[in-house]
């Protein structure tokens, strides 16, 4: 199974979006792709707002965490 720039670079980071080390976070993971990253990310019931619509704060952490890397 091919890592994430996440688990490659920062293991022990603990941040809720992306922090491998964080069990209870999202465990957002950026791979490398040609000149880039991609992720992908499959919502939990818990992660919604609405029946159906992820909450912000959770589209907002995602941004962030795979733009910073």
Not at 27 to 55: C, T, V
Not at 57 to 68: E, M, R, S, Y
Request: aromatic share 12%; charged share 15%.
């Amino acid at each position: 199974m091919k890592k994430g720039v996440q688990r490659i670079y920062a293991p022990n980071s603990i941040c809720f979006g992306c922090g491998p080390a964080n069990s209870n976070g999202l465990r957002i993971e950026s791979m490398r792709y040609n000149d880039g990253l991609f992720a992908n990310f499959f919502p939990k019931d818990e992660h919604q707002a609405f029946p159906g619509i992820i909450a912000g704060g959770i589209i907002g952490t995602l941004l962030d965490c795979h733009g910073n890397w």
